[in-house]
T-cell receptor, first 112, second 112 residues
Framework: DSGVTQTPKHLITATGQRVTLRCSPR?????VYWYQQSLDQGLQFLIQ???????AKGNILERFSAQQFPDLHSELNLSSLELGDSALYFC???????????FGPGTRLTVT | KNEVEQSPQNLTAQEGEFITINCSYS?????LHWLQQHPGGGIVSLFM???GKKKHGRLIATINIQEKHSSLHITASHPRDSAVYIC??????????????FGSGTQLTVLP
């Protein structure tokens, strides 16, 4: 158990809908990262927050947004969902930007 | 050409065999990570290294910065080692470029 929690574990929704994925980092970790793992693209970095502020952006679509709250939990919002958004979404946390990352169990999103 | 190349893509071994998984990268890095992804999807960070060699139990990771190459070794392999092993590198540049870039993974199957 990494200490990082993600909810929900599974999510099935229809195209065009909006969903919110939630992540609680390990106690004391200030950095939260979001990753997408799809069958054809592998693991890709989406976005990083550090102590409530956006720190870095990767291959995140404009339909996706995220935030980190004062209690350090983070949410990833996915809107206008498309079939191609079906993937595993992982959250990871670390004490700082260049430190080892601890991954949550992931949320499996299926868009039908 | 991908920035991070892993080989082999698939590897089947008999229990007890010594296993090597290779990772080559084409950019300068500040650190390299080895991750293990279990059949259920969960990701565990095995090593983070920037030089030399690290050992944890039956796992050994080495890196050669000059040759831009890292290896993950598993001694006395066991069926429970069956998983996907993923190499990821972090650029030394600031901002988004410092985030992890992932290899496509090596699927390891250890037969009893």
């Amino acid at each position: 158990d990494s200490g990082v929690t993600q909810t929900p574990k599974h999510l099935i929704t229809a195209t065009g809908q909006r969903v919110t994925l939630r992540c609680s980092p390990r106690s004391g970790d200030l950095s939260v990262y979001w990753y997408q793992q799809s069958l054809d693209q592998g693991l890709q970095f989406l976005i990083q927050y550090y102590n409530g502020e956006e720190r870095a952006k990767g291959n995140i679509l404009e339909r996706f947004s995220a935030q980190q709250f004062p209690d350090l939990h983070s949410e990833l919002n996915l809107s206008s969902l498309e079939l191609g958004d079906s993937a595993l979404y992982f959250c990871a946390s670390s004490p700082g930007a260049a430190r080892e990352q601890y991954f949550g169990p992931g949320t499996r999103l299926t868009v039908t | 050409k991908n920035e991070v190349e892993q080989s082999p893509q698939n590897l089947t071994a008999q229990e007890g065999e010594f296993i090597t998984i290779n990772c080559s990268y084409s950019v300068g890095i500040s650190a390299l990570h080895w991750l293990q992804q279990h059949p259920g999807g969960g990701i565990v960070s095995l090593f983070m290294l920037s030089s030399g060699k690290k050992k944890h139990g039956r796992l050994i990771a080495t890196i050669n910065i000059q040759e831009k190459h890292s290896s993950l070794h598993i001694t006395a392999s066991h069926p429970r080692d069956s998983a996907v092993y993923i190499c990821a590198v972090r650029s030394p540049q600031a901002g988004s470029a410092r985030q992890l870039t992932f290899g496509s993974g090596t699927q390891l199957t250890v037969l009893p």
